[in-house]
C-alpha cells in the first residue's frame, strides 16, 4: 500500500508541474510581481545550479553591478534561469561552460537588427551561454512549441522552453536565440526595466512588513555579504528597490551613474573615515535630495565622528529598530538632517 501510495503522489506532483508548466506557456501563469534585479536571481538560483549541472559542467557568473531593475516575479525569473540551465546541460554530455550574463541595453529603431523585433527602451539582459551540440537550424522555429523535445522517450516533457518563452512573455519581455551546431547555444532574456521604485507593489506573505504606502530605492552599503544579504530582506519586505554595493567604488558608482532617483542611502561604518568621506561627499553631490543613515557599531563608532551628514543608528538593532529608523527617514520632510538616532 505504501508503494502504491508513493507512486500516487509522485503522478500527483508531476500533473501539478505540467500544469504549472502549460499555465506558464498559456500565459495564464498567476504571477506576483515586483521591482526585482536580475542579479538576484541569478545569484539565488547559481547557488542550486552547482549541484544540478554537474561536475563537468563549469559555470560562470558575469553580473553587471549597476544592472537596472525590473518588474516581475521572482520565483518565476528564477524557473526561467534554472530552466535554461538544465537545458544548456543537458547540451554538453561530455561536459563544457555555462555562462550566466547579465548587461543594460538601450534598444532604438534602427539599431542592431539582433533586436529588430523589440520595442524600443531600456532593457536588462540575461544571457544563458553554453559550449553544447548547438541547435540545428531546422529546428529553431520550433524550440518554444510546447511538448516539443530532442530528448529521447521518458527524458523530458517539451514544456521546459515553452514555459520559459510564457512567462518572459507575461513578464513584457522577449526571449532572443542564437546557436551554433557545434559550438554552443545563447539564450538571451530582455525584460523592460521598472521606470520607478513606486511600481512595486505590497510584498505578499506572511512576512511582510507592514504597509508603508510607497516604495522608494535604497542604496545599501555593506561589505560583509551576510549582513548586506539579511538588511536587503529587511527593505525588500518593506516593498523597496534595493541596489546593492559592496564597497565604496561600487557606492560612489551608483551615486553618478544611476538613471533613477535613490531616495536613502544606508552605509555601513567602514573603519576608514577617509573612505567613507568620499562615499559621503559623492552621494551628496549627485543626490543631495536623498536621505542619508548610517550604521555604526559602538566599537568602531567611539573612533569615527558622530557629527557627520545623516543619521545613525547603533549595530547591533533589530530588524524592526531598522525599519523604524528607514520610515522615520523616508518620511522626513528635510534629509540630510545631522540629528542622531542613536539605537541601543
Wanted: overall charge negative.
Amino acid at each position: 500500500v505504501r508503494d502504491d501510495l508513493e507512486k500516487i503522489r509522485k503522478a500527483a506532483e508531476r500533473a501539478a508541474e505540467l500544469t504549472s508548466q502549460l499555465l506558464a506557456f498559456s500565459r495564464k501563469q498567476v504571477l506576483q510581481p515586483t521591482v526585482c534585479s536580475l542579479n538576484d536571481v541569478v545569484d539565488e538560483v547559481a547557488r542550486m545550479l552547482r549541484r544540478v549541472i554537474g561536475e563537468d559542467v563549469e559555470l560562470t557568473l558575469q553580473t553587471h553591478p549597476l544592472l537596472q531593475p525590473v518588474r516581475a516575479d521572482p520565483g518565476q525569473l528564477e524557473q526561467v534561469v534554472m530552466n535554461l540551465a538544465v537545458n544548456a546541460r543537458d547540451a554538453m554530455p561530455r561536459g563544457g561552460s555555462l555562462h550566466l550574463v547579465t548587461r543594460n541595453l538601450k534598444v532604438t529603431r534602427g539599431g542592431d537588427p539582433r533586436y529588430a523585433e523589440v520595442d524600443p527602451g531600456r532593457y536588462a539582459v540575461l544571457e544563458v551561454r553554453d559550449t553544447g551540440e548547438g541547435i540545428p537550424e531546422e529546428r529553431m522555429e520550433k524550440i518554444f512549441e510546447p511538448f516539443y523535445t530532442s530528448k529521447g522517450p521518458g527524458k523530458g516533457t517539451g514544456l521546459g522552453l515553452a514555459m520559459v518563452y510564457g512567462i518572459v512573455k507575461q513578464s513584457g519581455g522577449y526571449v532572443e536565440v542564437e546557436s551554433t551546431v557545434g559550438h554552443g547555444s545563447v539564450f538571451t532574456i530582455l525584460l523592460p526595466v521598472a521606470e520607478s521604485a513606486a511600481e512595486a507593489p505590497a510584498i505578499l506573505g506572511d512576512d511582510r512588513g507592514e504597509d508603508t504606502g510607497s516604495s522608494r530605492t535604497v542604496l545599501l552599503v555593506q561589505t560583509d555579504p551576510v549582513v548586506r544579504k539579511l538588511v536587503r530582506r529587511v527593505l525588500r519586505r518593506e516593498g523597496h528597490s534595493v541596489l546593492e554595493a559592496q564597497d565604496v567604488e561600487d557606492a560612489r558608482a551608483y551615486s553618478r551613474e544611476w538613471q533613477g532617483p535613490i531616495h536613502l542611502l544606508v552605509a555601513d561604518a567602514l573603519g576608514d573615515e577617509a573612505a567613507e568621506r568620499s562615499l559621503l561627499e559623492t552621494f551628496i553631490e549627485h543626490r543631495p535630495e536623498a536621505s542619508i543613515l548610517r550604521t555604526i557599531s559602538q566599537s568602531i563608532g567611539e573612533g569615527l565622528p558622530h557629527h557627520g551628514p545623516g543619521k545613525v543608528i547603533h549595530k547591533p538593532f533589530s530588524p524592526q529598530e531598522l525599519v523604524y529608523r528607514v520610515r522615520d527617514l523616508l518620511a522626513a520632510p528635510s534629509p540630510g538632517d545631522p540629528e542622531l538616532l542613536d539605537v541601543e
